[in-house]
C-alpha cells in the first residue's frame, strides 16, 4: 500500500476535529492574552461575551477560501488590506470577521483586536487544539544553514526513536510521508502550520523541526507555538527590506529564544517522552552569540553552545573534506567522536555540531545521532552536482545573502584550483525585497570568480533591468567589466548557457540563489522553473547528456 500523501493526511487531521465550536473558548483566549479590544454586531458595539455562542467551523485569513460558518480574520498585507475583503467573507458565509478597525457598515459580527496578524496565530493554535502542546518543537532559526540543519536534526531525532515532522524550505514531512514545499515561503501562514503539527500529532510524530524564520516570528506565524528548543545556525546580512535594520533584523531571530520561557502557552513537556528541557543551541562562533546566550537564560532556558571557539561546549577538533564527503572530529559533553558525512562545504561543521548539541541537550543516544547525521546523502539545491560529462564543474546552491553567496565561492575556489580551472557564478537578487545586499554579493562574486554572469532571481514587480545594475554596480567596483567578464542576462536559462558556453575545462560554474524552488516569480505571479533541469538542458544543447 502506497504512502499516503501530505494532503491526505492533513484532511485526515481536519476530520480528526470537531465539526463546529462556539466562539467563546477564542474570546477567552484573546482576552487572556490582550489581544481583545472590543466586537460589534449589527455595525454596534456589544460586549465580547455576546458572540461567545456563535458557532465556528474553521479560520482563515483569504477571504477565497471562506466556507460557511468559517472565521475570517482581516490581516493588512504587504500589497492588500484583508479589511477590504470582510464584505466578501460576510457573502461567502463567514460567521465572524476578526478585525482591528471596526467595520460599521458591515453588520457581520467582528471581534475587535490589537493586532490582526497576532490574533490569526492565537486563532490558529485554539482551532487545531494546540498541537504542539502534544510534540516535542525544535526552532531552527538564521540567516544561513536552516534547511540543511533542519534536514540534519530530523535524521538524528528519528535515528534516536523520535518519529519526527518537519515544515521546512524544502520539505515537508508529516508522519513517513515527505514531499518538497512548492512555496517559496518557509515559515508558512499560522493556520497552515498549526494544521501541519495536527497532521504531525495525528500521524503518531513525537517531534516537529520547524524552520523558523525572522519573517515568521515578526509576522506572528509562530505565536502559539510551543517550542522546546531553540537553534541559532548565524547571524548576517539579509531581509533588511523587510524588517527595516540590522536590529529589528537580530530581535526578531532574539524573539525565537525569548519564546522558551515556561508558561501555560509553553509548559515543560513529560509527554511525548523524553522530558522535554527547554534549550538554546547557539552557534559560539557567531559575533551575536552573547546576546542569545543572554535572551536565553533569561527565559530560563538551559544553553548548549557548539562551533570551533575553544569554549564552545560542542567543539570541532579538525575537519577535512575531499569535494564530497566531510569528515568532523569533536569532543562533547557526550564524549569524543568523528563523524563522516555525505556532504560538501566547510559550513556544513557547523550545521553538524548543532545537531550533536541538540542530541546532548536532549541527551539522546550520541551513536544514534552520528547515524543519523551520517546518513543523510544530501539536501536539495544545496551544493548540489551536477554532471553530465561535461569537463567542467557544475553546482547548484541556495545562497542568496552576502555571507552564504562569500562561503560558497571559497569552499569552490580550491575545487577549481586543483582541477587547473577558476570559477564562473550565475545569481540574481530578490525583487521588491532587501536591496542593500545586492552590490554587496557583486562585489564578493567578482573578487572570487574570473566571469560573473548576473541574472534574474525573482524579480517579483521590480524592474529587473533595474535589479541587474544594482548588483553590477558592486562587481564594477572592484574591477569587473561589463561584456567582458561581468555578463548581464535577465533571462536565466539563457544566462546558465552563456555561462556554460565560457566554461573551460576544469572551471566551476556556481548556479546560486534558486536552489531547490520550483519556480521564478516575476510580474505575473511564479512561473514554473527547475534549476536542474535547465542546468542538464543546457549542457545537453552543448553535447553533453550524461547521467546528470
Known amino acids: 500500500m502506497s504512502e499516503a500523501t501530505i494532503a491526505e493526511l492533513l484532511a485526515a487531521a481536519d476530520a480528526g476535529l ?174 497552515a502550520l498549526q494544521r501541519a503539527l495536527r497532521a504531525m500529532v495525528a500521524a503518531g510524530s513525537r517531534a516537529a523541526v520547524v524552520e523558523t524564520t525572522s519573517h515568521g516570528l515578526a509576522a506572528e506565524r509562530v505565536r502559539g507555538i510551543a517550542y522546546d528548543v531553540a537553534v541559532l545556525t548565524n547571524l548576517t546580512h539579509e531581509h533588511l527590506d523587510f524588517h527595516g535594520s540590522w536590529e529589528a533584523y537580530r530581535d526578531a531571530k532574539l524573539s525565537l529564544f525569548e519564546r522558551l520561557a515556561v508558561s501555560p502557552r509553553n509548559p515543560v ?47 570541532a577538533t579538525h575537519s577535512e573534506e575531499d569535494g564530497r564527503r566531510l569528515r568532523i572530529a569533536y569532543d562533547a559533553p557526550s564524549g569524543s567522536a568523528n563523524l563522516e558525512l555525505r556532504l560538501a562545504g566547510r559550513f556544513n ?36 552536482r551536477i554532471d553530465a560529462g561535461q569537463p567542467f564543474g557544475v553546482v547548484i546552491d541556495y545562497a542568496h545573502s552576502p555571507a552564504s553567496l562569500q562561503a560558497v565561492l571559497d569552499i569552490l575556489a580550491p575545487v577549481a584550483a586543483a582541477r587547473g580551472g577558476g570559477l564562473i557564478v550565475v545569481f540574481g537578487s530578490a525583487g521588491e525585497r532587501d536591496t542593500d545586499k545586492r552590490p554587496m554579493m557583486g562585489r564578493i562574486a567578482a573578487e572570487r570568480t574570473r566571469l560573473v554572469v548576473v541574472t534574474d532571481e525573482d524579480p517579483r514587480g521590480e524592474d529587473r533591468e533595474a535589479i541587474l545594475d544594482d548588483i553590477a554596480r558592486g562587481a564594477e567596483q572592484v574591477g569587473a567589466n561589463r561584456g567582458h567578464d561581468l555578463l548581464l542576462i535577465a533571462d536565466r536559462p539563457a544566462a546558465i548557457e552563456a555561462a556554460f558556453e565560457r566554461a573551460r575545462p576544469g572551471d566551476v560554474v556556481l548556479l546560486a540563489g534558486k536552489g531547490h524552488e520550483h519556480s521564478i516569480i516575476g510580474l505575473d505571479g511564479p512561473v514554473a522553473y527547475d534549476e536542474r533541469t535547465t542546468a542538464l538542458d543546457a549542457l545537453a544543447r552543448l553535447g553533453f547528456a550524461g547521467a546528470g
Do not use: C
Open 349 to 384: 561543521v557547523h550545521n553538524a555540531l548543532a545537531v550533536v548539541a541538540l542530541g546532548d541537550a536532549l541527551r539522546l543516544d550520541p551513536a544514534a545521532v552520528r547515524a543519523g547525521l551520517e546518513s543523510v546523502e544530501g539536501v536539495p539545491g544545496r551544493m548540489e
Open 18 to 191: 470537531p465539526a463546529s465550536r462556539p466562539l467563546g473558548g477564542l474570546i477567552e483566549r484573546l482576552t487572556a492574552e490582550g489581544l481583545l479590544r472590543g466586537a460589534r454586531d449589527g455595525g454596534r458595539p456589544i460586549g465580547p461575551a455576546a458572540l461567545a455562542a456563535v458557532e465556528v467551523k474553521g479560520i482563515t485569513e483569504d477571504s477565497r477560501a471562506v466556507q460557511p460558518g468559517t472565521i475570517f480574520v482581516a490581516v493588512s498585507g504587504e500589497h492588500v488590506d484583508g479589511h477590504d475583503f470582510v464584505e466578501r467573507a460576510a457573502t461567502a458565509g463567514t460567521s465572524v470577521a476578526i478585525v482591528e478597525q471596526p467595520l460599521p457598515d458591515v453588520g457581520l459580527p467582528q471581534l475587535v483586536v490589537e493586532r490582526s496578524q497576532a490574533a490569526l496565530a492565537t486563532a490558529a493554535a485554539w482551532w487545531f487544539g494546540d498541537p504542539s502542546h502534544e510534540l516535542g518543537v525544535v526552532g531552527i532559526t538564521g540567516t544561513d544553514g536552516k534547511t540543511t540543519t533542519s534536514f540534519l536534526a530530523v535524521a538524528a531525532l528519528e535515528a534516536a526513536g523520535l518519529s519526527s515532522g518537519l515544515v521546512g524550505t524544502v520539505d515537508t514531512k508529516i508522519g513517513r510521508t515527505r514531499e518538497a514545499n512548492p512555496e517559496h515561503a518557509t515559515t508558512p501562514g499560522a493556520p
Open 269 to 315: 513537556k513529560a509527554s511525548p517522552a523524553p522530558t522535554w528541557p527547554k534549550r538554546a543551541v547557539v552557534n559560539a562562533d557567531d559575533p551575536s552569540v552573547g546576546l542569545f546566550i543572554g535572551v536565553a537564560q533569561e527565559a530560563g532556558a538551559g544553553v548548549m553552545t557548539y562551533g570551533t571557539d575553544a569554549t564552545a561546549d560542542v567543539r
